[in-house]
């Protein structure tokens, strides 16, 4: 009985071929990178409390309000899906007691994330995100030093068309008194501004900054601006954070409009964007965090971090890197074979498959019944060195660059792609 076909949910998609091989490649390069800065590698589960994302990433956010997949398990709990790394770190971190450890706790991470949004190219429902925390010190360095690791990932996936936006959104209570001059300028201009900013003026002033609403933008240009609202400690905390990007060579530009999308910042924020990216052009971004372990119920710890789309990198980074591992030998087999044969010759090719293997090799056996031209041809698309002919008493080893074969005891094939390989090399 045939049924209807099934498709993965909008929003989601199946990561096959190049993508597969492209993604590898970032792995290996955020590995190098982060590792080679000490950041250890982290896997939290893949739904926590709800909790966890309403306190920690904050109740007036989108990501809280509309986009969090939600839902009750068989013992009626409160389980989300993790719409972002950062909060889970932290709930991490305090659970294990890592503040015992030398600080700061570098961890880095590479999984996947789940937000109910509007999907389109570059923004989906299930996504991937690499991302790196550093929990424990509030030196400006490591500000610093996080936004100089995510721009050497960015230019190693070839990444095009990259700009640094930078600011400071200070501590808790310049925060709380900006918020308020700022709520004054949004109601006296209320009727420029767009119905959802107009909404928003209680729950969330700031957000007014991400509108591309005309009056709304017209208005925010006027708005007072939180840079000029820090205190000594926050200035001088952002002078220093700017003063070794300029150190490291790191251009950027400060943007005193940048603000993001959750409610743990203070002090630092930044964003990479990417002008091959189109509408989504925010390839990756974060900030320090310095009140969030605390939120959670762990000691006072400062936090700082980030996280970057890795299918945004791969869609604005360089050309995939060449596909697939290299085959060293393919085994095939003289299908037809003399009577009865054909049993005896496949058990010898996969004999020989093993024993490469287990050579060093890597090697790939002929599996889908093709004809001895359809071998060969599958052999030269797969990009094999070599290619063995089994047959009943003799195996042909043929050398796919320069086309040039001998026949051997089937027991020397191996023996003979061995020293062909290594006279190359
Ligand atoms: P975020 O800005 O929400 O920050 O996400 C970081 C990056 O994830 C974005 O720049 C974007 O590349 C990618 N991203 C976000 N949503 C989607 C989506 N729906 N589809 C595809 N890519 C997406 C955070 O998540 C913070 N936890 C970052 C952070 C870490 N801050 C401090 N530490």
């Not at 199946?14 to 492209?22: F, H, I, P, S």
Request: with cysteine.
């Amino acid at each position: 009985m045939s049924g209807e076909q099934i498709k993965a949910p909008r929003g989601t998609d199946d990561v096959l071929g190049e993508q597969a091989v492209a993604r590898a490649t970032l792995e290996a390069r955020a590995t190098a990178i982060l590792q080679g800065a000490g950041y250890e590698r982290i896997e939290t589960p893949t739904f926590e409390a709800t909790e966890l994302f309403a306190r920690g990433v904050g109740s007036s956010t989108d990501i809280v309000r509309k986009e969090m997949y939600t839902f009750a398990d068989g013992g009626g709990r409160s389980l989300t899906l993790r719409p972002e790394g950062t909060a889970p770190v932290c709930r991490a971190y305090v659970q294990h007691g890592m503040h015992k450890l030398p600080q700061p706790v570098k961890l880095w991470y590479l999984s996947s994330f789940f937000r109910y949004e509007r999907a389109q190219k570059g923004r989906y429902r299930q996504f991937w995100q690499v991302g790196a925390e550093a929990l424990g010190s509030e030196d400006p360095a490591v500000d610093a030093e996080s936004i100089v690791l995510l721009g050497a990932l960015l230019r190693e996936m070839g990444v095009s068309g990259v700009r640094l936006r930078l600011s400071s959104l200070g501590g808790a209570e310049s925060r709380e008194r900006y918020r308020e001059r700022l709520q004054k300028h949004l109601r006296a201009n209320e009727q420029r501004l767009s119905s959802e900013v107009r909404e928003r003026i209680e729950l969330n002033p700031l957000r007014a900054f991400d509108s591309a609403h005309e009056g709304t933008v017209a208005t925010m240009l006027e708005a007072p601006k939180l840079l000029d609202e820090l205190d000594a400690g926050d200035t001088e905390h952002f002078a220093e954070v700017r003063a070794l990007l300029d150190r490291a060579g790191v251009a950027y530009e400060v943007d005193p409009t940048l603000v993001r999308g959750l409610d743990y910042y203070t002090r630092t924020v930044f964003e990479f964007t990417s002008d091959a990216l189109g509408a989504q052009s925010g390839v990756g971004g974060g900030g320090r965090y310095d009140g969030l372990v605390e939120q959670l119920g762990g000691p006072a710890t400062p936090g700082m971090g980030w996280a970057a789309g890795v299918e945004r990198i791969l869609l604005a980074g360089g050309p995939p890197a060449a596909g697939g591992h290299a085959v060293d030998l393919y085994v095939g087999f003289d299908v037809l074979g003399e009577d009865g044969s054909y049993p005896r010759v496949k058990r010898a090719a996969w004999e020989i498959l093993c024993e490469a293997r287990s050579a060093g090799l890597s090697a790939q056996l002929e599996m889908a019944g093709r004809s001895l031209k359809g071998q060969l041809g599958h052999a030269n698309r797969l990009g094999a060195r070599f290619v063995a002919i089994v047959g009943e008493r003799d195996t042909v080893l043929k050398d796919m660059r320069d086309g040039s074969q001998e026949t051997l005891d089937t027991d020397k094939t191996v023996h003979a792609a061995l020293r062909g390989l290594r006279d190359l090399a």
